[in-house]
């Protein structure tokens, strides 16, 4: 009966952990989706995702990688060394890359060991993070980029990792889109703007030029 008894405990005491987890996360994400909905600064919004996710997913280091045509650039970052070549850095997406995976699975991908991968590209004057772990950034039917999180030991994502970061990933792929459309439209505004002020110069101008003939015109059928 006792040996029941500290079975049952044990279980209940471990439902209570996953149910206050969850809890966790949840709070978590809505705080999230709260936070990156305050703003519509493009160039706000990346460092504003990469803050909300240490809060869901702690790292060791982290990017925001957007797609741009056939190459990947940072959008953001945290933990990288204050070295210019970071914000100059562009990926080449090759037919064997992982992002590909990434955008077509739609699914997080963890990798315990990079040292261990075939291929895998370390850059030399970034400090060595053996776990790593992608996420897709899917806004729409698009795959827009990636967030791409790293951790110093090997094995040291977990599945909870992939699938609390995934779930980070939705909100922070729309505010991404939404900043990115309304940076767009505010551009669009200012060159309909532009026009306008050009449209009205050029009347202004043609208006003066027509005046003066014409006022002479009249003066000669007056005469």
């Known amino acids: 009966v006792m040996i029941r008894q500290f079975v049952s405990f044990q279980e209940n005491a471990a439902l209570f952990d996953q149910e206050q987890r969850r809890r966790r996360l949840a709070e978590a994400l809505s705080q999230a989706a709260r936070t990156l909905s305050t703003s519509l600064d493009y160039q706000a919004v990346p460092p504003l995702v990469l803050d909300q996710l240490a809060l869901v997913v ?40 992982n992002y590909l995976v990434l955008e077509s699975s739609r699914q997080p991908l963890v990798l315990p ?6 291929g895998w590209t370390i850059v030399p004057w970034l400090p060595l993070n053996k776990a790593w772990m992608g996420v897709p950034l899917e806004s ?28 980070f990933a939705g909100p922070a792929a729309i ?20 026009l306008d002020r050009t449209k009205s110069r050029f009347i202004e101008i043609v208006a003066h030029e027509l005046r003066t003939p014409l006022t002479v015109i009249k003066g000669y059928s007056q005469t």
């Open 58 to 97: 702690p790292y060791e280091r982290c990017s925001i990688m957007l797609r741009q045509e056939k190459h990947l650039f940072i959008a953001a970052q945290r933990g990288f060394p204050a070295d210019k070549r970071t914000t100059e850095l562009r990926i080449e997406i090759k037919p064997d890359d």
């Open 113 to 118: 060991d990079v040292t261990q991968v075939p």
């Open 140 to 167: 729409g039917e698009d795959v827009i980029g990636m967030i791409s999180l790293t951790r110093r030991e090997a094995n040291a994502f977990t599945p909870e990792d992939a699938n609390q970061a995934l779930a």
């Open 175 to 194: 505010a991404l889109e939404n900043a990115r459309l309304y940076q767009e439209l505010s551009q669009a505004y200012r060159i309909v703007e532009t």
